[in-house]
């Protein structure tokens, strides 16, 4: 049997649930009225007023009770309470259905206005596209569970909406990254080919170009995989040595910045962290990475690592063109902004934030802020 959609519904379960109450009490409350007045009925009869001399009084006169037969005595009260009785029940049944439909007419009106509040939360939630999260519920009124219910589910759509726009520049600003190594690349092509007197200096000179836009390519697709891997990765953080870890990324990049005539100065104090080892290191190299391409042969190129206001902290510090070169990453190689997305990404996993700033006597200084829990962080850039 097909039951209309409406009995579905929370609105007519509650109703129900809430008339059936009403009525059990409302029924419960008239047959205790019921079996009271039988009980007195039964109790006092008229032979008891007879024999104990009593009167009935009725509307202001008193009346006194006439010796009857015994028979007819018994004939008068059996019949008088038979309809007395019958016309208690018959009242009684007919406030009970007017009490039922009473109920659930009222049960129905006070259940819908309870849950508008849930119908405009499904009503936007319906609404609401994955390419368009700025529908809010906005609930306003007392401080109910409801409410309250309507404000989380607008601040976990703020939540969204954010994380939405910022996956959405994450992946703008990386298509424009990998698509400049691969225009290289095909441009490279397309010219070699083209040309009917191509050498082999020619065709070599080409793959060394695209090798090199490989090379970069590789490289943007494990930062790609590593920031993917942050949220998954989360949950395995353990102690860290940052002045360890620092010392450890200076020294692996040190040929590398001998060959450009880079010099790398490591400023440490000892000072641990609970976070991912890999991603911090990965943070940290990303910068070096823009550091070294940036800063002008001859010159040095910062690591410290320590604590300021309670505050642990990574930095990397050059000589280069100031701030713009963290923003807009004009390098040696061309490559823009991608390793300073991944590495936000990488320090908001772990709680903390990036601040950039021009170092004082010119270059750049990027700080990785990583608060412990209940931290804070400090407003103003180390002395590096």
Not at 143 to 163: I, K, N, V, Y
Not at 279 to 294: P, Y
Request: hydrophobic letters at 45%; proline letters at 4%.
């Amino acid at each position: 049997m097909q039951f209309p959609p409406v009995t579905r519904s929370l609105r007519f379960r509650l109703s129900g649930f809430t008339s059936a109450v009403v009525f059990g009490l409302g029924g419960l409350a008239l047959g205790a009225v019921y079996l009271a007045v039988l009980w007195r009925l039964r109790s006092t009869t008229m032979r008891t007023l007879v024999v104990t001399g009593q009167s009935v009084r009725v509307r202001g006169q008193t009346f006194v009770v006439p010796q009857l037969a015994e028979q007819e005595m018994r004939t008068i009260e059996s019949i008088f309470r038979e309809f007395l009785l019958n016309q208690v029940a018959v009242v009684t049944l007919v406030v009970l259905v007017g009490l039922f439909l009473f109920s659930l007419m009222i049960s129905w009106l006070i259940a819908g206005r309870a849950l508008k509040p849930v119908r405009r939360i499904t009503e936007v939630a319906e609404e609401i596209e994955a390419t368009d999260l700025s529908r809010r519920i906005g609930l306003v009124g007392s401080d109910d569970e409801l409410t309250r219910l309507g404000a989380t589910f607008d601040s976990m759509l703020d939540r969204l909406d954010e994380a939405f726009q910022a996956q959405k520049r994450f992946l703008a600003q990386t298509s424009h990254d990998l698509r400049t190594p691969l225009a290289v690349i095909r441009s490279n092509l397309d010219v070699t080919l083209a040309d009917p007197d191509t050498s082999v200096a020619d065709w070599r000179e080409a793959a060394e170009v695209i090798g090199r836009s490989t090379e970069s390519m590789t490289k943007m697709v494990e930062s790609l995989l590593a920031a993917a891997r942050l949220d998954v990765e989360a949950s395995a953080f353990v102690v860290t040595d940052l002045a360890e870890l620092a010392a450890r990324v200076a020294n692996d990049n040190q040929a590398r910045a001998g060959a450009d005539g880079v010099v790398i100065e490591s400023r440490v104090s000892k000072v641990t962290v609970l976070g991912d080892p890999a991603g911090i290191e990965r943070a940290l190299t990303n910068l070096l990475d823009n550091a070294l391409r940036v800063a002008p042969s001859e010159t040095s190129v910062l690591i410290a690592a320590g604590v300021q206001d309670d505050c642990p902290y990574l930095a990397v510090a050059d000589r280069g063109p100031g701030f713009a070169s963290f923003t807009e990453g004009d390098g040696r190689n061309g490559r823009r902004g991608l390793g300073l997305s991944i590495v936000r990404g990488i320090i908001d996993a772990h709680g903390g934030d990036v601040a950039v700033g021009d170092r004082e006597g010119g270059g750049s200084a990027v700080v990785l802020w990583l608060p412990q829990p209940g931290g804070s962080i400090p407003g103003a850039l180390p002395i590096l």
